[in-house]
């Protein structure tokens, strides 16, 4: 009981309108705040979920050839990867 008698006894050392100047500086800071110092941004993560080779030829065929934009992958001796992501946006943009 003793919070609400100060509560109720809080009219009588201040006026209202002290409190309502207090109030509203605080929000008009946290205005000022959020207007020109929060910066919203974006946080990415990549979670590989999968990766499975595209081809997998065990045995050396002379007419066959594995291309990929024009260029031949056996003899280049790369591999085609096929990968499956997640991508999450844990930040606060949506950039």
Do not use: C, H
């Amino acid at each position: 009981m003793a919070l609400f008698e100060k509560l109720k006894g809080i009219d009588q050392k201040f006026s209202w309108s002290f409190f309502g100047v207090v109030v509203s500086v605080l929000f008009f800071l946290f205005g000022l705040y959020t207007t020109f110092i929060y910066q919203k941004k974006p946080k990415l993560t990549f979670e590989i979920l999968s990766e499975a080779p595209v081809y997998d030829v065990r045995e050396n065929v002379s007419k066959l050839d594995i291309l990929f934009e024009g260029q031949d992958i056996r003899t280049n001796k790369q591999t085609l990867t096929l990968l499956t992501l997640r991508v999450l946006n844990a930040g606060n943009a949506d950039n």
